[in-house]
């Protein structure tokens, strides 16, 4: 059952523009713009912190033609591996053009994405800066999107020059656990699963014999962490999990794996039940048995979360 949870409870998954680029904010044409058919200075865009409105001002030179990365202030969290997930808030555009792309800030909330499964730009200029920097890259086409002959619908041409400026708020590595000092609410010998994995550990899952298969969907805190409580539908949470049918003839891990999986808090799903638990928790959820439109019914199963993060709705 690779991946079942998830693939049965987030189809609806937000897939990140920067890998789609489906935010399609500017429409301009696919030829570059003619400042990139000047020589590059030397000099960088800027950029204008001014909230939803943030953007890049251009040098009126050329762009340059390899990766560039400049770090307009470091932050002092951990360094980013190109193998997390980056929470991030930012806004790109094409060399010279002065409407974005894409902008978290217009949307007014932060993005979450896999840092492996971006553009090579991304990539590259992200993984070993520190969580809370701001930084400002330029991205060739043979970083970015030439290599698909560009995004014809976000208006960005084959040969185009882009540039983002990115504010790095967080990033989740594939082991990410949640809190380790959370405090512990519900004892462990009083659970229908047994639990291997200490707090902030990755975590496996084996039902207990003779427990009674649940009736109904019920969240159980094994511990609850300090951080802020999951805000309403809308929020997206990062969660990493452990879970096993009811029978224990099927489980599966996230941690190490994926790493933290984004989910939408919506009604009617498992994860519903998250709001107003804080983020760093460990809880366990109990789900029963249905018999959905058409058989086979969908088995109960029980699932240990880990809380790591959330993204509030934006706009």
């Known amino acids: 059952m690779k991946r079942q949870l998830i693939a049965g409870i987030t189809s609806a998954l937000m897939i990140f523009g920067l890998a789609a680029c489906g935010n399609n ?22 950029v204008e912190e001014k909230g939803e409105k943030t953007k890049l001002k251009f040098p009126d030179s050329g762009a340059p033609k390899d990766l560039k990365v400049q770090v307009v202030a470091e932050g002092s969290g951990a360094t980013v591996e190109k193998t997390d997930t980056v929470i991030a808030d930012y806004v790109g555009q094409v ?13 007014g909330a932060p993005t979450g994405f896999l840092l492996e499964k971006v553009i090579a730009g991304w990539t590259e200029g992200l993984a070993g800066q520190k969580i809370g920097s701001k930084v400002i890259l330029v991205v060739p086409p043979d970083k970015g999107y030439g290599a698909s002959g560009g995004n014809q619908a976000a208006g960005i041409g084959a040969d185009d020059v882009i540039a983002f400026y990115v504010e790095i708020k967080d990033a989740y590595g594939k082991d990410k656990g949640g809190d380790p000092h959370a405090k512990p609410e519900t004892p462990l ?7 291997s994995g200490e707090l902030g550990s990755p975590v496996s899952v084996k039902v207990k014999a003779g427990q009674p298969q649940p009736t109904q969907r019920q969240l159980t805190v094994i511990a609850r962490g300090s951080g802020e409580p999951v805000k309403d539908a809308g929020t997206t949470v990062y969660l990493q999990y452990g879970m096993s049918l009811w029978d224990n003839s099927t489980g599966e891990s996230t941690y190490g794996i994926t790493g933290p999986q984004a989910i939408p808090v919506t009604a009617g799903s498992p ?3 998250l709001k107003d638990i804080p983020v760093g928790s460990r809880v366990l959820i109990t789900q029963p048995a249905s018999e959905g439109a058409n058989p086979p019914k969908s088995p109960a199963f029980a699932v240990v979360v880990d809380i790591v993060g959330q993204i509030p709705a934006g706009k």
Not at 25 to 46: F, H, I, L, V, Y
Not at 189 to 195: A, H, K, M, Y
């Open 25 to 46: 904010e500017a429409k301009s044409s696919n030829s570059t713009s003619s400042s990139s058919q000047k020589e590059w200075d030397g000099t960088m865009p800027t």
């Open 95 to 107: 060399w010279g053009k002065d409407e974005s792309f894409d902008s978290s800030f217009k949307r």
């Open 189 to 195: 010998d009083q659970l229908p699963v047994e639990i």
């Open 271 to 273: 994860f519903e039940l």
